[in-house]
């Protein structure tokens, strides 16, 4: 199997990370898997962070089994690709895994779920009628007061925790070689770590870095007013600074490795072009000769309308409120 590098690319909604994901579409040997795909895996609820707080950093035999039970319905869900049934194309995730990975995340996500469990039963867990629906327990109560406790058993999963984060990176690695051609040695991915602590899930995938791009608030809640794909930015802007400001606290950048993780703005990708694509490539050890693709993906010129945006705003209110209250995210040019 073809050992890869990865570089993610993260943000905080609207921060401006897809000019970044078409920069480094520009260099030779780089794959993106597709501009509008978030490889979700690590920071969904229930995926692999979670996966791993259970199995490595807190396990129980009650977290560790549910665990294991909660990624594999999450990832069952993930990996659907419904083409003609009505049915599985209205319940659905929509996020057809299976599509994107040729038809084998299923089957390598289920040998790496296997890796972690050493043996499984049948039996009564905490809580066994958490996660059935209403109809059911009913049914179930009834069974089981007439006598039949097995109504209330369920799989539980005896886990193994010991070389999680190099199994995680197996796995990782055989998901994305089902995609990379001959000529890709660096995979793309979007929105893989979160931005507030990367280094949980870099130190999980070998050779892996981040950039993670913020913005100006101005212009994110001004973005936000007129684009209608990101419903979860709040339109008041006084909880939209509630909840700039709280995002932005969590960040743990003392915990960043600097060899593995590149904090930069939007802003200076457009205004100082030369400049950030520099810092970048310094970062990724790459040589000019690399960007065989300069301006066909990303050029600045075309994205300058996208900086300062707020100048058009007519509420002042609102932007006076950002500037006073979040001055130190202000972008000073």
């Not at 609207?14 to 898997?33: I, P, Q």
């Not at 990624?71 to 069952?76: A, D, E, P, R």
């Not at 890709?184 to 899930?201: D, K, R, S, V």
């Not at 693709?293 to 990303?298: E, G, L, S, T, V």
Request: aromatic letters at 14%.
């Amino acid at each position: 199997m073809k050992k890869l590098r990865f570089v993610d690319i993260s943000g905080f909604g609207l921060s401006g990370k897809g000019a970044f994901l078409s920069l480094l579409s520009e260099f030779r040997g780089f794959k993106l898997v597709d501009y509008n795909f978030e490889f979700d895996l690590f920071r969904a609820k229930d995926g692999i962070l979670d996966l791993k707080y259970s199995l490595v950093d807190n396990w129980s035999p009650v977290r560790s089994s549910e665990a294991i039970y909660r990624f594999k319905v999450l990832t069952n869900d993930l990996a659907l690709n419904p083409q003609y049934n009505l049915y599985d194309l209205l319940t659905s995730s929509g996020s057809r895994y299976d599509r994107y990975f040729d038809n084998k995340f299923t089957l390598i996500t289920n040998s790496f779920i296997d890796s972690l469990i050493t043996d499984s039963y049948s039996g009564m867990k905490v809580l066994p009628l958490q996660d059935v629906e209403k109809h059911a327990r009913i049914i179930k109560k009834i069974l089981f007061r007439f006598g039949f406790k097995k109504s209330l058993f369920t799989k539980n999963y005896i886990t193994n925790g010991k070389d999680f984060e190099a199994k995680v990176n197996g796995y990782i690695n055989m998901l994305f070689s089902t995609i990379a051609d001959k000529e890709t040695h660096t995979l793309i991915l979007n929105n893989a770590c979160e931005p507030y602590n990367p280094m949980e899930t870099l130190k999980m995938i070998d050779n892996s870095k981040c950039i993670i791009i913020d913005r100006d608030p101005r212009d994110i809640f001004v973005t936000s007013l007129t684009n209608g794909d990101n419903d979860d930015i709040p339109k008041d802007y006084k909880t939209f600074v509630k909840r700039f400001r709280y995002q932005r606290e969590q960040v743990r950048d003392s915990m960043d490795d600097n060899t593995r993780v590149l904090r930069l703005r939007f802003e200076d990708l457009v205004l100082n072009y030369d400049m950030t694509v520099e810092q970048i490539m310094i970062f990724l050890e790459l040589d000019a000769e690399d960007h065989i693709a300069k301006n066909i993906y990303f050029d600045p010129k075309k994205s300058s309308n996208n900086v300062m945006a707020w100048k058009q705003c007519e509420d002042k209110i609102a932007i006076n409120y950002i500037e006073r209250h979040l001055s130190e995210y202000i972008y000073l040019d």
